[in-house]
């Protein structure tokens, strides 16, 4: 259907909705302003303000230059005001360079006169103290009472090469391109800037976000992936700020268009150096990582491989799998291309029977009959053609390196030729290495151009195949969500006893579980304990023992202590009743001596369980910005030496579990070694995701550790459990989730007019083969209404789109499905959906679509009674429907529900309207 850009709204395809996004883009007076008010602006040489006019009027943009300076009349020839409220045109943009101090009162008469968007340069806020953080506050007062959106403070300005809009202090603008740059550090904005020019690298947008104070990572991704001028977005990060405002922004965006971060910090001096920097917590090195993987986005170590690899991910397919086939007519290079591959993670691929074949019959017979494939220093261009074809038609091999460094009898410019015709041939990566100076620059320049991109070392190419299949691994995380299946739920029940233990001690005053209630908890989830009674006597211990069998196991039972081996409080192998007798006093004598009888409440019996296995370590712990973090690892005593451990965000699924085992070393020594069984490694999975879903839905838990965890081809076992509990009295200040999981809240059955009972809950990936089902029952009519036009069958029901469809990011989107059955089978009747507008907390957008035999049967005004509770329970101010005007249906229902409906001229959609109060 042919529409009208409206100004004010962005119209943006969105693959949930299949209709226009109608989502206003708030960050688009920053980045495509007509007014522009430059605030400090003055003539003083090498000054900010002087630099910024400067910019803004030596690169014509489209729009006109306001200085404001109180104390001249004009500033560079240019009519100076004395304020903001001044200025006879309405303002789009206020860029601020005036000292600190000043700027929450400008900030102030910016938004009385409505100006939409600010870039604050200066410097001198939280990084300061704590005095700078009040002047953030009142700012940002200022700015949420005008729904302003502010970049910065602290920051270097904004650029958009593609109009030449250049409101920074930088000494040149950027060149026009396709990536978008977003940097925290202005100094390295310059940096990246000038090696741009060298680099003849273009930009779409070219972004210094300074502390954040107001837009954050989330706000930029969402705007630059709505962006059709953006291919790729690349970053500088030295803080994660709104951990799940840039998750989810990630999770969305990552799918269509690569996002590629340099994020330092990995030492512990560089995250003091980046924490200093900003005045923000840095967090765990380790966890950004798990948190990178879990949302697809891709970590290199250099500013040249964020580039690099934005170039690379835009020219070539993504590999399938960690296989490089390296094809080298010097063996040396090859060397170093292996050595850099195995070391970055990537794997050989080995060279199958009937490609060794054909390989053989094609080159001489001193070829190195092996990967590397070495075709020799006399390799032509016709040579290296037939190893490429015969090399990429390999099931084995995932991708391909082609090297060639100049021999006498080398044409690399003839060569570069002959392999430019296989740049798109494959659905797997060709790169390539072309080593020297002037005599492989044309060849270079052919292979570049062609598609196909071309490194000065082969270690530097090599590195880069394995980011592009770091980069796929991490994209398939996202279709790793965790969905309804009665089978991975912990009952109602179940779920109760382990919150009422917790409630018990915090009740208590307990911000420490006992190991006995430790085990509870963890028994309520599924994961198996050793049996432990508690015994407040010797006899009563040694009565325990008895029951049991010898020999047990005596520990200490405190509500106090900890880590009980501190204070002599675990007694082993006790062989009969005297000794259990003997060890209850030891450990009361120790423990009262050490630390004071308050903290002696007993002991606790437990059957001496064989350590014959492997001792692991699962654990949960408090990320400062992630929230809820998990580790997976080697466990015993030596946990802290060999540090062999996993990090991953909740919530998992088995998959997810799956790779943070494979991620330890020790995953080697679970499949089986040295002449043992390999342990059960889905039951190993299915603990992980039961210990998950406690972390999720216990919130209250701080810490926890399961250490040690015995893993045998037996059985898998806890034998030591510790529970640590927030010291809050709010519930609402308990650290969120980085990922929000399954809203089980949200699932409950319900009958139709007919009487037929149905489930309605939200969708989960595993519906994706009912919903290419429910597409397929749909009439034409029905498609119309709800797509705005006749959108194909074949076009509704791709893969990507499906799965897109059924992988929920649920903090911004909620689809609800009807499930019943169609013909004695599991089928979707109805869905609706609620998705959050771009850059926006407080609007979403509602849509459904039912089967065309269940229609008028209430489905519609349950669902949408529904979305309007949780709407409600989202805390939103107001939910948007869009329509055809033909849609007689979806208006009525509409008008049930007492949405206004407003027509739009420019869309010629009805927009109803729907303001909501909290329950």
């Known amino acids: ?421 296989y740049a798109q041939s494959y659905e797997k990566p060709i790169l390539a290495s072309w080593s020297g100076g002037k005599d492989v620059s044309a060849g270079v320049s052919i292979l570049n151009k062609s598609g196909i991109p071309t490194f000065q070392y082969p270690d530097t190419a090599a590195e880069a195949f394995v980011y592009m299949w770091k980069y796929t691994e991490n994209l398939q995380s996202l279709y790793e969500t965790i969905g309804w299946t009665e089978r991975d739920r912990i009952t109602p029940e179940e779920r109760e006893t382990a919150a009422s233990i917790i409630n018990k001690s915090r009740k208590e005053g307990r911000n420490l579980l006992t190991e006995f209630e430790s085990k509870q908890v963890l028994a309520a989830y599924g994961i198996p304990t050793v049996t432990t009674r508690i015994a407040t006597s010797a006899s009563e211990a040694a009565k325990y023992a008895s029951e049991f069998g010898f020999p047990v196991v005596l520990k200490l039972h405190s509500e106090t202590i900890t880590h009980k081996t501190d204070v002599g409080g675990v007694k082993l192998n006790l062989s009969d009743a005297n000794a259990v007798i003997s060890a209850f006093s030891e450990i009361e004598k120790t423990v009262t001596d050490k630390a004071g009888a308050k903290h002696f409440q007993g002991v606790t019996v437990q059957p001496m369980v064989s350590l014959e296995g492997y001792e692991l370590i699962i654990g949960s712990s408090i990320d400062p910005q992630f929230g809820p973090v998990l580790l997976f690892g080697m466990g015993g005593q030596l ?87 927030h010291d809050i009295k709010d519930p609402s200040q308990l650290p969120k989730l980085a990922i929000r999981p399954y809203p089980y809240q949200y699932v409950s059955k319900w009958k139709m007019k007919n009487h037929e009972e149905v489930v309605i809950r939200p969708i989960n990936p595993e519906d994706e083969m009912l919903m290419r089902e429910f597409h397929a029952s749909l009439s034409d009519r029905t498609v119309y209404l709800r797509y705005l036009s006749p959108l194909l069958l074949s076009e509704r029901t791709t893969h990507d789109r499906l799965a897109r469809i059924t992988h929920n990011d649920y903090d911004r989107d909620i689809a609800l499905v009807v499930e019943g059955e169609v013909g004695g089978k599991r089928a979707i009747l109805g869905v609706a959906r609620l998705s959050k507008l771009r850059g926006s907390d407080e609007e979403a957008r509602f849509s459904m679509l039912i089967r065309d035999k269940y229609q008028r049967h209430g489905l519609g005004s349950e669902l949408l009674s529904r979305i309007i509770q949780i709407g409600k329970d989202e805390k939103l101010k107001r939910i948007i429907a869009l329509m055809s005007p033909e849609n007689s249906a979806m208006r009525d229902l509409c008008k049930k529900f007492r949405f206004i409906p407003n027509p739009d001229p420019q869309t010629r959609l009805i927009r109803a309207e729907l303001g909501l109060q909290p329950s």
Not at 353 to 372: A, C, F, G, R, Y
Not at 659 to 686: D, H, K, W
Request: glycine share 8%; charged share 20%.
């Open 1 to 421: 259907m042919a529409t009208t850009r409206n100004p004010q709204i962005e119209n943006q395809f969105d693959p949930a909705h299949d209709v226009y996004r109608y989502s206003p883009r708030s960050l688009e007076p920053i980045f495509n302003p007509k007014n522009v008010a430059v605030i400090g602006a003055t003539e003083k040489p090498g000054s900010v303000g002087r630099t910024v006019l400067w910019n803004l009027i030596s690169s014509p943009f489209g729009g006109t230059v306001f200085p404001i300076n109180p104390k001249r009349p004009n500033v560079l020839g240019i009519k100076s005001y004395p304020s903001i409220r001044d200025v006879p045109d309405k303002i789009d943009l206020a860029v601020l360079v005036t000292p600190a101090a000043t700027i929450p009162d400008l900030i102030r008469e910016c938004t009385d006169v409505d100006v939409k968007g600010a870039i604050v340069i200066s410097a001198g806020f939280k990084e300061i103290g704590p005095d700078g953080v009040k002047l953030e506050e009142q700012i940002l007062q200022h700015a949420r009472r005008g729904k302003m959106r502010i970049i910065g403070p602290n920051c270097l300005g904004v650029m958009n090469p593609l109009t030449g809009f250049n409101a920074t202090f930088a000494t040149a603008s950027a060149n026009p391109g396709n990536v978008a740059f977003i940097s925290q550090s202005g100094a390295l904005c310059t940096a990246v800037l000038d090696w741009s020019f060298q680099e003849n690298v273009g930009f779409s947008a070219f972004v210094s976000i300074g502390s954040m104070l107001d837009v954050g990572w989330g706000d930029l991704i969402y705007h630059l992936g709505d962006d059709p001028h953006t291919n790729s977005i690349v970053i500088y990060m030295e803080t994660i700020g709104d951990a799940r405002s840039f998750m989810s922004a990630a999770r969305e965006v990552a799918l269509t268009k690569p996002i590629i971060v340099i994020k330092p910090g990995r030492t512990e001096g560089a995250a003091r150096a980046a924490a200093s920097h900003t005045g923000s917590l840095t967090g765990s090195d380790e966890v950004l990582e798990a948190a990178f993987r879990r949302c697809g986005v891709l970590r290199v170590n250099s500013i040249g491989e964020i580039f690099s690899m934005a170039e690379v991910l835009s020219k070539q397919p993504r590999p399938k799998g960690p296989q490089l086939t390296i094809i080298t007519n010097a063996g040396g290079p090859g060397v170093l291309a292996t050595d850099a591959l195995i070391t970055s993670g990537g794997k050989l691929a080995n060279i199958s029977p009937e490609v060794m074949t054909k390989l053989n019959e094609i080159l001489p017979p001193q070829w190195s009959h092996n990967n590397p494939v070495d075709i020799l220093g006399d390799a032509s261009p016709e040579r290296y053609s037939k190893v490429l074809e015969v090399s990429a038609e390999d099931t084995e091999s995932d991708g391909l390196l082609i090297i060639l460094t100049p021999q006498a009898m080398t044409d690399p410019t003839e060569t570069a030729e002959a392999v430019k015709v």
């Open 639 to 725: 946990v802290e030496v060999f540090k062999d451990r996993a990090l991953g965000l909740p919530p998992l699924n088995i998959t997810l579990a799956r790779r943070m085992i494979e991620r330890t070393r020790i995953f080697t020594a679970l499949q089986g070694v040295r002449g043992r069984s390999p342990i059960n490694l889905s039951e190993l999975e299915q603990l992980l995701v039961h210990f998950s879903q406690l972390i999720v839905e216990q919130p209250w838990i701080k810490e926890l550790d399961i250490n040690p965890l015995i893993a045998s081809s037996e059985h898998l076992i806890a034998l030591d459990a510790r529970v640590v509990l």
